[in-house]
């Protein structure tokens, strides 16, 4: 597949840059990032993004349906002609419509091993529940939230000082790893779906 990334994202941008990053560097090969989206006006991903050099557009949300909303994202995608859409800290649920836009064609990454701890402040929901080890997913999209089949995780250990911020520093060091290496996967088209499952070809 060619190699136009779009990314979304609602929030702060690491992910976002860590991917611009891995793109320049040729750690994904022949790769780009060739537009961001944010739902939220003022995103610090947003002027991440600008700069780089990168189109950004911050499309408003407020009062629009899903689907209405989704479709003015779409368009966008396509204008950039986005070959991959990468979710990067973007927190909306996709309306049906838009997942069938592009069929195992969206990646998002979440700091938690999926499927535990889905929804918001992942870390915090790992250090309440007291598991010893927690991680991070990248997965392809569906309508549900945080679901959808797993094609990257990494495994982050626990410490016993803990903190959600010292916790979610560690992590986010994985996911801009792992979200490198599965965009790269998908890229090459270097997989096969059986079910849930997702398997290197
Ligand atoms: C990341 O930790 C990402 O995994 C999480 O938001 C953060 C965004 O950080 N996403 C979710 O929780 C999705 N359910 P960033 O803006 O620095 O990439």
């Known amino acids: 597949m060619a190699r136009r990334i779009g990314v979304l994202l609602s929030g702060r941008g690491s992910n976002f840059e860590a991917l611009a990053e891995s793109c320049a560097a040729g750690r994904i090969p022949g790769a780009e990032i060739a537009v961001v989206i944010s739902n939220q006006d003022g995103a610090p991903g947003i002027v991440r993004a600008q700069a780089r ?4 557009r ?20 396509q204008e950039y002609k986005v070959d991959l859409v990468c979710l990067a800290g973007y927190m909306r649920l996709l309306s049906r419509w ?21 929804g918001l402040e ?7 529940h007291g598991v010893k080890w927690t991680g991070c997913t ?8 945080d679901a959808g089949p797993i094609v990257a995780q990494a495994a982050v ?13 560690r992590i986010l060091t994985e996911e801009h790893r792992i979200y490198t290496e599965a965009v790269r ?12 499952r997702v398997m290197t070809s």
């Open 122 to 128: 992942a870390q915090r929901q790992a250090l309440e």
């Open 98 to 118: 838009f997942v069938a836009q592009f069929p195992q064609r969206i990646l998002n990454i979440h700091p938690s091993l999926l499927p535990a701890f889905p």
């Open 53 to 56: 050099g990168i189109p950004a």
């Open 138 to 145: 990248v997965h392809f999209v569906d309508e549900n939230l």
């Open 185 to 196: 996967m998908v890229l090459d088209g270097r997989f096969n779906i059986a079910g849930r």
């Open 58 to 77: 911050v499309l408003q949300s407020k009062g629009l349906q899903r689907e209405v909303y989704d479709r003015q994202v779409a368009a966008v995608l």
């Open 157 to 169: 250990a626990v410490r016993d000082d803990d903190t959600p911020d010292a916790l979610t520093a």
